[in-house]
């Protein structure tokens, strides 16, 4: 099994998801007020008023034929508004 | 006269407290509203103004002066980003010239309640409909703002990033802090047409409280204002200059526009607050969205720790010199 | 005349803000209230109608026609459950029937507060005591909801999953917004009783602000039930008719009670709300602990989707005029 | 060392900590408020105000010897709640 | 006549939503108030009394008791710790004894409120400038704390560790809770100078909300409050013994100074209290900072679990009686 | 590529982003209002409000030598205030 992480402006989190479903993973998990810095932008707290929101990191166990298929669906909305993706091991408990 | 009114204008409390987070940034000092209650007073105060505003449109009708100057309001929040654009395309591309434009070119609901509080300290009056004029000058800077993208970027960008006009319509009239507003000035009209017991019933949570929310929320903004002043030396000297001239700039046009509306003073020193103020709400969500080539630290920084607190603090006293000059009290 | 009942209704401000929150969703504006601000004002809700059916409950007193009513509340809230459940074992396995069975024997505070509003506004008069019923009806309907899965679950369920008194009373008892509806209550009480200079010294945050707290919060609670209806094709035909029905049906059973009671009609209409209204906080909650075996879309939706805001849209004003032919008013 | 990440709904947080304490992990870190969806269910934020909240997020550090030893126990209260227990590889800093 | 106070001030809403919130703790009812929720009620009781403290002082002025009472009690916060650290170095090494000292030297704002409602409901008459002494008490006391670790702690600490002036100043004078105390005592003051208007303005948010908002707060430091109070065990019966004693002898400490002072009895029972009371905000947030050193637990356990919940209860009360015999009434 | 995660007192969050910044890590990720308990201290949520503050977790992606160049000084404000550090394998999606 993998373990996905994605992490990226929560304005993007409806079509976010929307590609998780598509691809039909089998679950994720959402943890919005994330905020961080990436190579060129700084996402604070305290902009979330604003409704700039902060960062949102998104999880997802699924196997590694899933990973594939949702590829080039999360890269290209990653690459147009910013974010980062990082899969890693992970066997269930 | 306009440094008495900038000293009276800076002891008042909210502006006090506005320094208050201002120096706490500055001192390294801990004190931090965490998210999300800065959230709660924003939209509180939008809920609060808009449905105050609704009522008092109510109470006035929609004669006399309010459809002329809610649609000048319209025509400045046209007219505002385009001039802007042209004087920023001069350093910048298209996408951060149309971005910073649409900000300049919409409102900040604070500085209008600022201005509100300013007016009533000075018990001068001031008239409900130009909440209407608040309301309904977001969403065409928005428009005129990615229409400016639309039309001015180079034609091959790939396919994907043609911008659609569903969602040009969507990020402008309902993003977040616009429909709240717009929905509570509905909301307020309605009730004071048909339930004005109802209003009543609203006063201690929408009038009486919002004096006191206002200075915890100028905390806040006090704390984030520094926090983007302190990032302002990576737009460059001329896009800072651009954040002090240009209010005073749009302020003028704004007074000559409010004169020849023949607007009362109270009404227009809000209507100039309205021209000269910027966007740090609604704009940069939707560009960010729409427009996410535009480098954001360009039209936040900017607008919330620069042309916010000049106008805050200075800007509001010095504006009213100019409609004080502009319109001579007792003539109208 | 139930029309313009509706038409008046729908016109308060916090039925127009509920609308705002549903029209938000339905048009993907990205108006939200973050978590855990709604948290906020359901505590606030509930922290400050116990206290003031507290201090209206000492100033009452227990006599009259308070232990009837109460008593006749409780026993609804322990029919109601048994007659859901007959209706939904036609077509739903043990587990479900008995958690939405819960449901609809309990409570909904804000369906309440609404009511209370409305005929704030109709200038009808109720009584402090009823909200006595509103906060002993939640913790029975749970009990009786988990005694039916004791009792009609199949026996060889594995031995950990056999429900424990002690777990089902706290469940009931300890829920959060149980305990704090019923520890304000008895504070309210206490209060009024030994120290009532403090009742006027809380009136400003339990009293004047509520009004406006209740717009808020149904703004919030527009948003969360437009998010359920969206998704309420996932429990069938049937669960949507029972949402309907089961409300008019158990208020037309409280009616009845409320009429051989003998209240008058402001109190009527409260009892017949009680009855007729369904729990999303206390109910859900305590169920998704103690029966993980039901589906949760079941009782959320199906309360918080349909029978609530249909409850506060239209049910309230019929069953105020359901309690008029029911009570003629002068009569008592 | 490993890494145990465990999401759950937050009413079952203390039966979890305590399954954790009981086996004496060397410590953990609790992120709550977390949303997400499993097999069938979509756990929203805007139910936390319910007391039906969030999802919690715990992430433990420890020895091979200690996942083995909790594993059970852990699983059987993920087993009849819901909830995903996922370990992956980790080394100090 | 203590147990009669007692009883008069348990009977209070804020006292009986504190045991609202420890009895829902002990019962493990699943009620709480999440993050950040109660950082909005501490930040706006500090700014609230921070502002109704300034616009007291400034028309009362800086004449007569008000100098010798503040630097009295600046005296207390100084000569307090030094006391504590005595009677607890018998038992403690060098780092957990000035941080505990620091937290008795220091105030708990929480209870200078409870202290001031309780007059209020006595109807005994009390001076805004108190606050002033409540905002200048918690700096010295933390840097007393600061100065015993850099003079008592062996000198083989490595480098690094040597804490600068710097450092313990910031930490001392710019905690977050010290600076919005100070912060709003100075924009009160300024306010009621220059602009007597806004104060009326204010008063519906810093004034009459007040009690519900304590309230509230209190509510949730019972929850607080209970969780450190079932962990005491964890700190030894010397310091739960040190915990309700040293209060009891800073009450006496503080009355003869009171006494001496010549204040009233408002203002003597306040003094008191301030030198009863022990820091669980601004004094354990700088010595995790600065004496990591320290156990945490020592300080927040026996502060929180143990002193503050005995002030507000019975403390209150029995140092009424001693001021009362102390100052006897009329002779002022 | 190497995923860095670390947690500690919310106090220290300025000392390590500061360590991060000056070791020109690509970006970071942060997340508040963690709880948690280590060998000694139990973190409550509900000390927030007193300015003690509850947690933070910052997650680092980032290639080996930018982990090996700021081990020394994170370890250090680590070893002084508490908090854990762990290294993991993670690849770009
Ligand atoms: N190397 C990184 N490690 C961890 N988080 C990162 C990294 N780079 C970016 N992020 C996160 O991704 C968000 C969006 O990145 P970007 O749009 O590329 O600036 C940032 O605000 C960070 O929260
Ligand atoms: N495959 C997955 N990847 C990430 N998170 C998951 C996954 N499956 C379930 N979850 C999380 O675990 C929670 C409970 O899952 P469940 O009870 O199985 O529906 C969900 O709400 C998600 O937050
Ligand atoms: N073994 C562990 N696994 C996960 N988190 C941990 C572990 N040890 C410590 N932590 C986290 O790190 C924080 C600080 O740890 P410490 O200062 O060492 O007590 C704790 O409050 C936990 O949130
Ligand atoms: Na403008
Ligand atoms: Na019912
Ligand atoms: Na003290």
């Known amino acids: 099994m993998k373990r996905l992480d994605l992490i990226f402006s929560d304005r993007e989190l409806d079509a976010i998801l929307e590609a998780l479903e598509q691809a039909q993973?089998?679950?994720?998990?959402?943890?919005?007020?994330?905020?961080?810095?990436?190579?060129?932008r700084v996402v604070t707290e305290d902009m979330e008023f604003t409704g700039m929101g902060a960062n949102a990191h998104v999880i997802i166990f699924c196997e590694q034929e899933m990973i594939d298929s949702i590829r080039d669906n999360i890269k290209s909305i990653l690459s147009y508004y910013g974010g980062v993706a990082y899969v890693s091991e992970a066997t269930p408990l | 006269m306009e440094s008495s009114l900038i000293i009276k204008n800076v002891l008042s409390p909210p502006i006090l407290f506005f320094f208050l987070g201002v120096i706490g940034f500055a001192t390294k000092s801990d004190l931090e509203i965490p998210a999300p209650l800065p959230k709660l007073f924003s939209l509180y105060l939008l809920l609060a103004i808009g449905f105050k505003g609704g009522v008092e449109l109510q109470a006035s009708g929609l004669s006399g002066q309010v459809i002329p100057t809610v649609c000048s309001a319209i025509l400045m929040s046209l007219l505002i980003p385009l001039i802007c654009f042209f004087i920023l395309r001069l350093k910048f591309n298209v996408y951060n010239s149309a971005a910073i434009s649409a900000a300049y070119g919409s409102i900040s609901a604070v500085t209008f309640i600022t201005a509100e509080s300013f007016l009533e300290a000075q018990n001068i009056h001031f008239d409900g409909f130009m909440v209407a004029a608040l309301a309904l000058m977001e969403s065409p800077a928005i428009i005129v703002g990615l229409l400016l993208v639309k039309f001015g970027a180079s034609k091959d960008i790939p396919s994907k990033r043609i911008m659609k006009w569903r969602s040009i319509l969507h990020e402008s009239m309902l993003n977040g802090s616009v429909y709240l507003l717009l929905g509570s000035l509905l909301i307020g009209f309605l009730t004071a047409a048909y339930n004005p017991a109802a209003v009543a019933k609203m006063q201690?949570?929408?009038?009486?409280?919002?004096?006191?929310?206002?200075?915890?929320?100028?905390?806040?903004?006090?704390?984030?204002?520094?926090?983007?002043?302190?990032?302002?030396?990576?737009?460059?000297?001329y896009l800072i200059a651009f954040s002090i001239f240009m209010p005073i700039f749009n302020a003028f046009l704004g007074g000559l526009v409010a004169k020849s509306l023949g607007l009362?003073?109270?009404?227009?020193?809000?209507?100039?607050?309205?021209?000269?103020?910027?966007?740090?709400?609604?704009?940069?969500?939707?560009?960010?969205?729409?427009?996410?080539?535009?480098?954001?630290?360009?039209?936040?920084?900017?607008t919330l720790g620069l042309t916010f607190p000049f106008n805050i603090v200075i800007g509001i006293p010095v504006y009213m010199s100019l409609v004080n000059k502009l319109i001579p009290p007792g003539v109208t």
Chains 1, 4, 6 share one sequence.
């Open chain 2, 204 to 237: 201690p949570f929408t009038g009486k409280l919002f004096f006191g929310a206002e200075c915890f929320f100028l905390l806040d903004m006090g704390i984030v204002a520094a926090q983007r002043l302190s990032r302002l030396h990576q737009v460059g000297k």
């Open chain 2, 264 to 302: 009362e003073s109270g009404n227009a020193l809000l209507f100039v607050v309205l021209c000269a103020s910027a966007s740090y709400l609604a704009v940069p969500a939707a560009m960010r969205m729409t427009v996410p080539e535009a480098r954001s630290t360009y039209y936040i920084s900017t």
């Open chain 1, 25 to 40: 993973v089998p679950g994720y998990t959402v943890m919005k007020h994330a905020t961080g810095r990436g190579p060129e």
